[in-house]
C-alpha cells in the first residue's frame, strides 16, 4: 500500500470511530476518536485524537481496523 491509498482508506475517520494499527514486528496501536490530518508539505500521513498526531508509514503497516 502506498501513502496515496492509505490516505484514501484513512479518509474515512472523521473522529467518531476508533482506529488500530498494525506495524510490522511492533504492538497494535490504536487511535480513539481518530480524525486523518490533511496533506502538509511533508506527505507523510497523520492520524490525531485531538490531542496527539500519529505519522503512519505505509511501508511497515500490516493491517488496520477501522471501528
Known sequence: MNTDQLRQVLSELDGKRAAAFQFAGAP?????????????????????????VFIIDANQLVWIRIG
Do not use: I, Y
Open 28 to 52: 497494535e496501536c490504536v487511535v480513539p476518536n481518530a480524525m486523518l490530518l490533511p496533506d502538509e508539505a511533508d506527505h507523510m500521513v497523520k492520524v490525531t485524537d485531538g490531542q496527539h
